[in-house]
């Protein structure tokens, strides 16, 4: 219960600079400590979990297609361009250099610490297969957020939740060896593992795996990839 408040409290004096998995994490706790209190608290859990899992993938999606910024490839051209997480893998995947992405870095630092509004600034963007991949991730992620969301707010009784699980493992594995923001990974992990049966174990065992993956490669898989070519 003290954690449940304590999150609620940071969370409501930072709310407009916290990430927003903090948000589910702390929507987690209060989920874990009601359920404490509960006759049946496994059941709650895991209801709770499935719920919580489809909504944020449900709102997910559904502000991607409205913005328009990732049907159009925009969002990710630019984060590729301007991010350091993306660093490693636009370097293996394209044709941009590490100096070319340094000198993009530099600009953006230039802004942020002296804007000017009649500068103009040009961004090295390589060749078209920024943006043809920028497309594709962004193609990608809509589709998989969908899927998650569509699969885990299904009723338990209809055939195709069964592969819910499988959906979430593979937006977590396609998005977190890109970009490894841990702290939506392992809520992600503990929410899908929460919401097994107790024979559920080979799911089990197979989320387990996810996380320790998660923490042994995580944002260097490209790196890794980049020593066998």
């Given amino acids: 219960s003290l954690l449940g408040i304590g999150a609620i409290v940071i969370n409501i004096q930072e709310w407009w600079t916290i990430d927003n998995h903090k948000f589910l994490a702390t929507y ?19 209801k709770n979990a499935q719920m919580l899992i489809g909504l944020c993938f449900l709102f997910a999606a559904s502000w991607k297609l409205l913005g328009g910024e990732y049907l159009n490839g ?3 051209y630019y ?6 997480r993306f660093h490693d893998f636009i370097v293996y995947w394209t044709n941009l250099t590490s100096e070319e992405l340094n000198a993009n870095y530099s600009l953006l ?6 804007p000017h509004l009649f500068t103009e600034y040009q961004l090295i963007n390589g060749s ?8 594709l991730t962004s193609y ?24 819910r ?16 923001v841990q702290g939506f990974n392992y809520i992600l992990v503990l ?24 923490e042994l490669i995580g944002i260097n898989w490209s790196l890794f990839l980049s020593q066998f070519v």
């Fill in 28 to 46: 987690w706790i209060i989920v874990c400590t009601l359920s404490c209190y509960a006759k049946n608290t496994l059941y709650y859990l895991k």
């Fill in 165 to 180: 699980d499988f959906a979430l493992i593979t937006f977590i594995i396609s998005t977190y060896s890109i970009v490894n």
């Fill in 79 to 84: 984060e590729y361009l301007l991010d350091t």
């Fill in 74 to 76: 925009k969002f990710f």
């Fill in 140 to 163: 990608w992620t809509i589709f998989i957020e969908g899927l998650v969301a569509f699969l885990f707010l299904l009723p338990s009784k209809i055939r195709l939740a069964r592969y």
């Fill in 191 to 214: 929410m899908g593992m929460s919401q097994q049966k107790f024979y559920s174990r080979k799911l089990f065992a197979l989320y387990l795996c996810v996380l320790c993956w998660s």
């Fill in 109 to 114: 630092n230039e802004m942020e610490q002296r």
């Fill in 128 to 135: 078209p297969i920024v943006y043809k991949l920028s497309l």
